[in-house]
């Protein structure tokens, strides 16, 4: 070794040292803060791959190999007398159960349980600890980890950013049940309790919520995600409230654990983060910060609220419900525990027969004569049609409900492809509906089977196209100079289809539902009968359409007016294409039937300033037609019950009216450099600054 520093020195003393910092500031003087300069030698890819030296966030091993203290397993920190067994005070269990559930919460936030639950020395042999409470928590948590880890992997909707299923060899299922180890934990919880009544203390009753959320949690977990027979849904909340009480007490007295004295090792005595990084992958290591306590218990208590709502999932048995279910869960970004609990839930109320399924699920979206004529449906040609069409559909609908699981940005990929399913079942509709069709004038049935299948294939289209494009304002993927062919795409096509899509089913479960009470008051009265007027069934959902495709023809005309008025920053011609960008949004749209794509060509013809009637158009008159359509789109909205969402809607729409306003009567016209979009009322529909 002291040769080796002794020719390094050397080596350092004689060799032709040139310091390049003066120039390197030189250099780079000209750029900003997150500028990259671009050299045939270094490219982007160069730049994404190379490992910022000395960073602790990208270089690991600046915190792991500092040489400041030694690493000691669990048998060297017994043997040196610094790991104690037992003997422990509650402030000292209370602090190493808080740090054990604040690595867990970093493991279900997709880091390595290498790095995160076994840096806890104690989990390495539970077996040799002496105190009885700390013994069941550690044997428990090794169950708890267990558990998840099956739940994760059936759930099949986490990806390797989400969860991170090794092992590292150690352990997990040791030779206790899940009966047994939910008792030890009940005989712990109770001598705790005997404590507290024989002599009330803070520190008792507080580890006491601790173990009895850990019995609860694992309950919870067992019963309503693993068995086949589940709970009732009461029997489920039961359970939630319990472990959500015992969690506000964590919450409470998450200040009475002890801490680290140590200002240059945040880790509790137990707590060694370098333990195993032998263990990881020759690779350079991930860089874990341990979530604090405070944050963990927040963790927990948000995902109990999450499991209230998924067990309600029990109570759904329509397909379009249970998809309007999954979809409006996964936009509150839940964590992978949750949206595998959804996943499993559903899977095991949902029946072997698929078909069935999707069968009452035409009929109560557009109700098709097809499906309620019984000489139809005695006719095996016919019936062999329907159930092949419906075999068809069967895969494609799974694949949509496993896709909500998954997280926003694999969302938004797993929607392009889906859209590839779709489009052939597009096709296959057109085919069913049209020998259908034949059929029923053959057959003289009262009202004939036109493009039902196709309608409702249709319609789960289009909801595809709209999320796929929504979800690039959620990922802030769009440049805001891209922002106006996006909503033209969504104002002019994909609102419109959708209100004609439901229009059309509406139409025809209302007319279904007046012949049906034409057949049934037929021969009872020779008077003619009167009608009540039907309440429409897709009402409210065709309003709120309409309300989103006016806000979306607001942003474009006021988008447009900016481009004229040259308030928008463009890219420079030289390094862009609009048409490039244009066919890179919508590539997943191309090859689909209905709607037909929109080409660049089309879309500059149709979005040219000749198409309105006034001439010239100029910025007054675009700013003056997106207030009219944020003014149509509030009154839309008013007309419905409004819920935490609307609310939202409404304020954005008389924000942006009130701005729209402003501009076209000149305000700041010559002062107004660029406007801003503000997207945190809604992550798709932004209030317009001009300020």
């Not at 960008?581 to 689909?592: D, S, T």
Request: hydrophobic share 40%; charged share 25%.
């Amino acid at each position: 070794m002291e040769n080796e520093c002794s020719h390094s020195c050397s080596w350092k003393l004689f060799g032709n040292w040139i310091d390049i910092t003066p120039k390197f500031q030189e250099a780079v003087k000209d750029l900003k803060l997150g500028q990259l300069l671009h050299d045939d030698l270094f490219g982007l890819f160069d730049a994404m791959t190379a490992i910022e030296m000395m960073d602790p966030k990208m270089d690991a091993g600046m915190l792991c190999n500092r040489g400041i203290r030694k690493i000691v397993s669990f048998d060297q920190a017994v043997q040196d007398n610094i790991l104690k067994l037992e003997g422990f005070s509650y402030k000292e269990i209370i602090g190493i159960i808080d740090s054990t559930f604040a690595c867990l919460v970093s493991w279900l936030e997709g880091h390595s349980l290498a790095q995160t639950v076994f840096i806890n020395l104690y989990l390495h042999k539970p077996y040799m600890i002496g105190d009885r409470t700390l013994k069941a928590f550690c044997l428990a948590m090794y169950k708890l980890l267990e558990v998840i880890k099956d739940l994760v992997h059936n759930g099949m909707v986490y990806e390797e950013e989400d969860f991170q299923p090794m092992q590292y060899g150690y352990h997990l299922n040791p030779d206790i049940s899940e009966q047994r180890m939910i008792g030890m934990l009940r005989e712990v919880e109770e001598d705790l309790h005997r404590k507290t009544r024989s002599q009330p203390n803070h520190e008792i009753h507080a580890v006491f919520g601790r173990i009895k959320f850990l019995r609860i949690f694992l309950q919870v977990l067992i019963s309503c995600f693993r068995k086949e027979d589940q709970p009732p849904i009461s029997e489920s909340h039961r359970l939630l409230n319990s472990c959500l009480d015992m969690l506000y007490i964590i919450q409470n007295t998450v200040g009475l654990g002890i801490k680290s004295e140590d200002p240059e090792n945040e880790y509790i005595l137990g707590f060694e983060p370098s333990i195993n990084h032998r263990l990881l992958p020759p690779t350079f290591p991930r860089y874990t910060k341990i979530k604090s306590r405070h944050e963990a218990i927040t963790y927990f208590i948000e995902m109990a609220e999450r499991f209230k709502i998924v067990s309600k999932i029990q109570l759904i048995t329509s397909l379009h419900q249970a998809l309007d279910f999954f979809i409006d869960f996964s936009k509150s970004s839940p964590c992978i525990l949750s949206r595998s609990a959804l996943q499993l839930m559903y899977s095991r109320s949902f029946p072997a027969n698929l078909k069935d399924i999707l069968r009452e699920s035409v009929k109560s979206f557009i109700c098709p004569p097809a499906l309620l004529s019984k000489t139809l449906l005695n006719n095996p040609e016919a019936k062999h049609y329907v159930d092949t069409f419906l075999s068809h559909c069967s895969r494609p609908f799974i694949n949509f409900l496993q896709l909500c699981g998954h997280n926003r940005a694999r969302q938004r990929d797993k929607l392009a492809h889906i859209l590839e399913e779709f489009t052939s079942l597009q096709d296959e509709a057109e085919r069913v509906d049209a020998y259908l069709h034949n059929l029923s004038v053959n057959s003289s049935l009262s009202r004939p089977h036109i493009a039902c299948f196709g309608t409702w294939i249709l319609y789960h289209t289009l909801r595809i196209m709209i999320m796929y494009l929504l979800a690039g304002f959620e990922l802030e993927l769009y440049s805001v100079h891209e922002f106006y062919y996006i909503y033209w795409y969504l104002y002019e096509f994909l609102y419109g289809w959708l209100i004609s899509a439901l229009s059309r089913a509406d139409s025809f479960l209302v007319e279904n539902e007046l012949l049906n009470e034409l057949h049934k008051n037929k021969g009872t009265s020779k008077k003619k009968p009167k009608y009540k007027k039907k309440a429409r069934p897709y009402n409210k959902d065709i309003i709120y359409l309409q309300a989103l495709q006016n806000m979306c023809g607001g942003y474009y005309k006021a988008l447009m007016g900016f481009r004229l008025e040259g308030k928008l920053t463009m890219p420079h011609p030289r390094f862009d294409s609009e048409q490039i960008r244009y066919e890179h949004r919508f590539a997943p749209f191309q090859n689909l039937l209905t709607p037909p794509p929109v080409v660049y060509s089309e879309f500059r013809e149709m979005t040219s300033f000749e198409r309105f009637q006034q001439q010239p158009v100029d910025s007054v008159f675009l700013y003056i037609a997106g207030c009219k359509h944020f003014h149509q789109a509030r009154q839309l909205l008013e007309s419905i019950i409004p819920d935490n969402e609307i609310t939202d809607l409404l304020t954005i729409c008389k924000t942006n009216f009130i701005v729209l306003k402003l501009l076209a009567g000149g305000h700041k016209k010559d002062s107004l450099k660029q406007p801003e979009f503000d997207f945190s009322r809604s992550k798709y529909f932004s209030i317009i600054k001009i300020s």
